[in-house]
T-cell receptor, first 109, second 116 residues
Framework: RKEVEQDPGPFNVPEGATVAFNCTYS??????FFWYRQDCRKEPKLLMS???SGNEDGRFTAQLNRASQYISLLIRDSKLSDSATYLC??????????FGAGTRLFVKA | EPEVTQTPSHQVTQMGQEVILRCVPI?????FYWYRQILGQKVEFLVS????????KSEIFDDQFSVERPDGSNFTLKIRSTKLEDSAMYFC??????????????FGPGTRLTVT
């Protein structure tokens, strides 16, 4: 089983839609979780950290479910500029970071 | 806003040659990382560096690779004898710490390495 699994998509949604991504992980020792976005041929950019209590940043909401070992990202009121690949990222408390393969999102006008 | 910088943006080299990729992490960050991303594939961890030594490395980071912090600002990745399969985008990242939000890593724009 892969350490981090994401639905590769692509998700094709109209502007204004709500879209949700999930990411599952296999290592129960994983401690810190993040969502990054990556535009084509660019560096990953931090979107938000993910906390057990859930956290929200504007149109973005992230949740962590340790019992089921998954994290989620909800994007409300999608914009054209949200089109990107969304990367689920975690580390196990050591110095190693594990990236998911990413979920591609296309927001259409 | 402080940012991670990397040079060069694109490096072309012949198989068997040595390359050095350079990074300047964010100034108050203490942890430094190198990643690679082969075109169309996921980002892969190579190595982390703290307190002037390697903290952890992946199975990709073999004897051909080395890292160094030669001065107070630069962080370098050296590939001793490049292979065709080393062609990839190499990202440098840095973080302030290792716990919670302090572990948020900030990435440089990357160096595209092409081995011919």
């Amino acid at each position: 089983r892969k350490e981090v699994e994401q639905d590769p998509g692509p998700f094709n949604v109209p502007e204004g839609a709500t879209v949700a991504f999930n990411c599952t992980y296999s290592n129960s020792a994983s401690q810190s979780f993040f969502w990054y976005r990556q535009d084509c041929r660019k560096e990953p950019k931090l979107l938000m950290s993910v906390y057990s209590s859930g956290n929200e940043d504007g149109r973005f909401t992230a949740q962590l479910n340790r019992a089921s070992q998954y994290i989620s990202l909800l994007i409300r009121d999608s914009k054209l500029s949200d089109s990107a690949t969304y990367l689920c990222v975690m580390h196990t408390g050591g110095f190693k970071t594990i990236f998911g393969a990413g979920t591609r999102l296309f927001v259409k006008a | 806003e402080p940012e991670v910088t990397q040079t060069p943006s694109h490096q072309v080299t012949q198989m068997g040659q040595e390359v050095i990729l350079r990074c300047v992490p964010i100034s108050n960050h203490l942890y430094f990382y190198w990643y690679r991303q082969i075109l169309g594939q996921k980002v892969e961890f190579l190595v982390s560096f703290y307190n002037n030594e390697i903290s952890e490395k992946s199975e990709i980071f073999d004897d051909q690779f080395s890292v160094e912090r030669p001065d107070g600002s630069n962080f370098t990745l050296k590939i001793r004898s490049t292979k065709l399969e080393d062609s990839a985008m190499y990202f440098c990242a840095s973080s302030e710490g290792l716990r919670g939000p302090n572990y948020e890593q900030y990435f440089g724009p990357g160096t595209r390495l092409t081995v011919t």
